[in-house]
C-alpha cells in the first residue's frame, strides 16, 4: 500500500488546513488509519486515529475539538480538518495506515512521506 499526504503549507494562528492521505495499492486490506506528527528532535506522535468503518475516532488530548479525522473508503482516501490552529501544531504530518495480509496472517503498518504544516503566530 502507498500513502501520499497532501495539504500542508503556511497559515496563521486561527487558521484552518485540511490534510490529505491518498492509498493505493492493496486498499481493501487497509484496517486502521491515523494521523501522526513529528516535530525535529521529538518522537513521532499520534494526534487522531480512526477505524476502517470510520465508525470509531479517537484524538490526542491537544487537539481534541480543534481536529476531525474522516475517511471515505470509496475514494481510499483519509482526511484530517485542522481548526484553530496554534503555533505549536507546527509539525510534519504523517499518514500511517495498519493493513491485514493474509499470508503470515499479520498485520502489517505503512507510512506516507510527510506533510509540513506551518502556523505562524
Known amino acids: 500500500v502507498q500513502l501520499v499526504e497532501s495539504g500542508g503549507g503556511l497559515v496563521q494562528a486561527g487558521g484552518s488546513l485540511r490534510l490529505s492521505c491518498a492509498a493505493s495499492?492493496?486498499?481493501?486490506?487497509?484496517?486502521?488509519m491515523g494521523w501522526y506528527r513529528q516535530a525535529p528532535g521529538k518522537q513521532r506522535e499520534l494526534v487522531a486515529h480512526?477505524?476502517?468503518?470510520?465508525?470509531?475516532?479517537d484524538y490526542a488530548d491537544s487537539v481534541k475539538g480543534r481536529f476531525t479525522i474522516s475517511r471515505d473508503n470509496a475514494k481510499n482516501t483519509m482526511y484530517l480538518q485542522m481548526n484553530s490552529l496554534k503555533a505549536e501544531d507546527t509539525d510534519v504530518y504523517y499518514c500511517?495506515?495498519?493493513?491485514?495480509?493474509?499470508?503470515?496472517?499479520?498485520?502489517?503498518?505503512?507510512w506516507g512521506q510527510g506533510t509540513l504544516g506551518t502556523v505562524c503566530s
Open positions: 480512526i477505524t476502517g468503518g470510520g465508525g470509531s475516532t
Open positions: 495499492g492493496s486498499t481493501s486490506s487497509i484496517n486502521a
Open positions: 500511517n495506515a495498519i493493513r491485514y495480509v493474509l499470508e503470515g496472517d499479520q498485520y502489517l503498518e505503512g
